[in-house]
């Protein structure tokens, strides 16, 4: 089994070079990550799953805009 840091670096490697790929327009499709296997799902405890879960639906939201305004227009 790797270790959580081991494990976090491979991933960040990967990402880069998808990132790298896309740049390069060499990837059809913008999709970064991989996807889990049900054998790597069951590896999970219940409480990381809901974390994956919420990752996924903050990744995944419709942009907003967010708009900056000057401090001084907001001030009494």
């Known amino acids: ?3 959580v840091t081991t494990g976090v670096k491979n991933y960040a490697a990967l990402i880069q070079q ?6 390069q327009n ?3 499709k913008t ?5 889990l296997t049900e054998e790597k ?3 999970f405890r219940d409480e990381q799953i809901g974390q994956l ?4 639906d903050e990744a995944t939201k419709p ?6 305004s000057n ?3 907001h001030k009494t």
């Open 18 to 23: 998808q990132i790298n790929e896309d740049k």
């Open 31 to 35: 999709v970064y990550g991989i996807q």
């Open 41 to 43: 799902l069951n590896d």
């Open 71 to 73: 401090d001084s227009e």
């Open 53 to 56: 879960k919420e990752l996924m």
């Open 63 to 68: 942009n907003k805009k967010i708009t900056i």
């Open 1 to 3: 089994m790797l270790s």
């Open 26 to 28: 060499l990837r059809e």
